[in-house]
C-alpha cells in the first residue's frame, strides 16, 4: 500500500511559477513510476507528466512540454512538478499518481494510487 500526499499548490499569477511536491510512504516508491494528473472545474482528468523509477525517462503532455519538469527524490519518497511560465488554463486540481508496473502510461486507470490533490490558480 502506497500513500500520497500532495503540497505546494496556491495561487499565483500567469507568468509565475510553482513546485508541487508529492511525498509517499512505503518502501517500495522508488520501483513505481510516478505521474501527475490535474482536473480543472467541468473537465475530465488529464495526464500531465510521468517519470519512471529510475528517473531516466520522462513524458509529458504537448501542453505543458517546455514548461513543466517532473523530477523525483528516491532517497526522500518524493516526487516534484516545477511549473514554469504558469497560465490561466493550467487552474486545476493536479494530483500525484503511482504505479506499481513499470513503464510511463498516460492513462489514469493505469495508476494503482492517487494523492488527494492540491489546487492550483492561476489568475490572468
Known amino acids: 500500500q502506497v500513500q500520497l500526499v500532495e503540497s505546494g499548490g496556491g495561487l499565483v499569477q500567469a507568468g509565475g511559477s510553482l513546485r508541487l511536491s508529492c511525498a509517499a510512504s512505503?518502501?517500495?516508491?522508488?520501483?513505481?513510476?510516478m505521474g501527475w494528473f490535474r482536473q480543472a472545474p467541468g473537465k475530465e482528468r488529464e495526464f500531465v507528466a510521468a517519470?519512471?523509477?529510475?528517473?531516466?525517462?520522462?513524458y509529458y503532455a504537448d501542453s505543458v512540454k517546455g514548461r513543466f519538469t517532473i523530477s523525483r527524490d528516491n532517497a526522500m519518497n518524493t516526487v516534484y512538478l516545477q511549473m514554469n511560465s504558469l497560465k490561466p488554463e493550467d487552474t486545476a486540481v493536479y494530483y500525484c499518481?503511482?504505479?506499481?508496473?513499470?513503464?510511463?502510461?498516460?492513462?489514469?486507470?493505469?495508476?494503482?494510487?492517487w494523492g488527494q490533490g492540491t489546487q492550483v490558480t492561476v489568475s490572468s
Open positions: 517519470i519512471s523509477w529510475s528517473a531516466r525517462n520522462t
Open positions: 512505503g518502501r517500495t516508491f522508488s520501483s513505481y513510476t
Open positions: 499518481a503511482a504505479r506499481a508496473e513499470p513503464g510511463i502510461r498516460t492513462v489514469g486507470h493505469e495508476y494503482d494510487y
